[in-house]
């Protein structure tokens, strides 16, 4: 019971207050504002958001941003994170394969078993793509972008600290890319891209900690080098 509750405090003391503050706010707001955005039918706010996507949006664009949401579907995602959970077993950083694992794992779970189901807000109405069905709010594709593409940013960029500026600069174009085709093929509201995203940046903070916790006490445990 000591040790577990010293991991905790090792974990808390890693997530650091303001992280912590911001994830105690995102599920006060989530509980407090699920609920009545999913009794609205006609959102008037996100609903001029919508029209105002696609009024900004430039015509070759809007031709690619339908082919940007399937591609960040999860069936492409799911390569995505096995590539990279090869080559982290191939690299031996088995730490980091976990990390993932349970980011990517976990983040699934969170929104579609457990928060989508538990709002229960319809789509968009309109939408460009047959396929897009489910619930609505939170985002999944927000809050798996955050999880996944920062996550991995993260890890890598501790091993590779000069490749840390363009993972961060191509995985946030993509991300904000992502969010926009989600938006423009009416796959979701603005709402739902803002709560999914806060989510996903409360999970990535979670698994950060816990991440910083476990190789700090891994260094801890390790055998001494004896001095030659």
Not at 5 to 27: C, E, I, T
Not at 121 to 150: M, N, Q
Not at 164 to 180: D, E, G, N, Q, Y
Request: proline share 5%; charged share 15%.
């Amino acid at each position: 019971m000591r040790a577990q509750l010293r991991l905790a405090g090792d974990w808390l003391k890693a997530l650091g207050p303001w992280r912590l503050a911001f994830a105690v706010a995102s599920a006060v707001v989530l509980a407090w504002a699920g609920p009545q955005l999913a009794a609205i039918r006609r959102p008037v706010f996100d609903l001029e958001v919508l029209r105002l996507v696609h009024q900004w949006t430039p015509e070759w664009l809007g031709q690619l941003l339908p082919s940007v949401y399937e591609a960040s579907g999860k069936h492409l995602t799911a390569v995505l994170v096995l590539a990279v959970l090869i080559f982290l077993a191939l690299k031996r950083f088995w730490a980091e394969l976990v990390c993932v694992v349970v980011g990517t794992g976990g983040i699934l779970l969170i929104v579609d078993r457990w928060l989508k189901p538990l709002f229960d807000r319809r789509r968009p109405s309109g939408r460009l793509l047959e396929d897009i069905t489910g619930r609505s709010f939170p985002s999944g594709h927000a809050a798996g972008s955050v999880v996944f593409y920062f996550l991995t940013c993260c890890l890598l960029s501790a091993h590779y600290p000069r490749l840390r500026k363009p993972l961060f600069v191509l995985s946030s174009c993509w991300v904000a890319l992502v969010w926009l085709s989600t938006l423009y093929c009416r796959a979701h509201w603005l709402t739902d891209i803002a709560a999914g995203a806060a989510v996903g940046y409360v999970w990535l903070s979670f698994c950060l900690a816990g991440f910083t916790v476990w190789d700090q006490h891994a260094q801890r445990s390790a055998p001494s080098q004896p001095h030659g």
